[in-house]
């Protein structure tokens, strides 16, 4: 289990070998009256994950630890955090909810079970849009992507449309590049914020197991995390 943008050593930490990686959360509805024997199901969702991670801290006094562990816990509030699980190749984009079972083994040694909750998803899967294609993954509720274009062909009006999306005109012209991001939910427009320049409501996601294209009359960029369950 490693933590990508966080490197644990710098904290004289390491991850113990018996972390749970948990099970996703289920929501659902079902009608089920008086005189019936059999449920109907609605509105099944599958969602997030929790898992705990347990780690171990060491230094060459308690204090120390106490302020490696307090270090690492100020890194983990920093926002969603991605962790990869190289024992079964998956990862996890996840927050930190919270610690339990802290222990001071001795002087110099602590441990405590930190807990998640995210999304398990595979590697970054990105590609050059050529037709509609078929996203890999699970979420039946749509995955968040990554879109973006160097804007070729405008509209007759001067607007230029991408995935349904207008951006005003004179907001773009040839050359200028646009990224729609899914992920930190913003749009940018040659690399600064362009949500004000345009009428998108909703970012766009796509559907696994089913055709998708993202409409565009110039070549799209798209990045994705295929979601697990």
Known sequence: MKFEDIELSSY????MDDYNMGTANVSS???????????????????????????????????????????FMTALCSGTIEIYDDEYNVYYSAVFTGV???????????????NFSGIMHGALI??????S??????????????????ARTLESDGTYKLAGITFDKDSVVSGTTITIDGFSKIVYINGAPGMAYCDLISFP?????????????????????????
């Open 12 to 15: 004289g930490a390491m991850v």
């Open 29 to 71: 509805g079902f009608i089920l009256d008086s005189s019936s024997t059999y449920p109907v199901g609605y509105g099944i969702h599958i969602g997030e994950r929790e898992f705990t991670i347990p780690i171990a801290f060491t230094a060459d006094t308690t204090l120390q630890v106490i302020r490696n562990k307090s270090s």
């Open 100 to 114: 339990d079972n802290e222990q001071i083994l001795m002087d110099g040694v602590y441990t405590a079970e930190f």
């Open 126 to 131: 990105s590609f050059t849009q050529s037709g």
């Open 133 to 150: 294609f078929i996203p890999e993954g699970y979420a039946e509720d749509g995955e968040d992507c990554r879109i973006s274009v160097t």
């Open 205 to 229: 996601k796509l559907y696994p197991g089913k055709s998708n294209h993202i409409e565009c009359k110039d070549s799209v960029k798209i990045e994705y995390y295929p979601v697990y369950k």
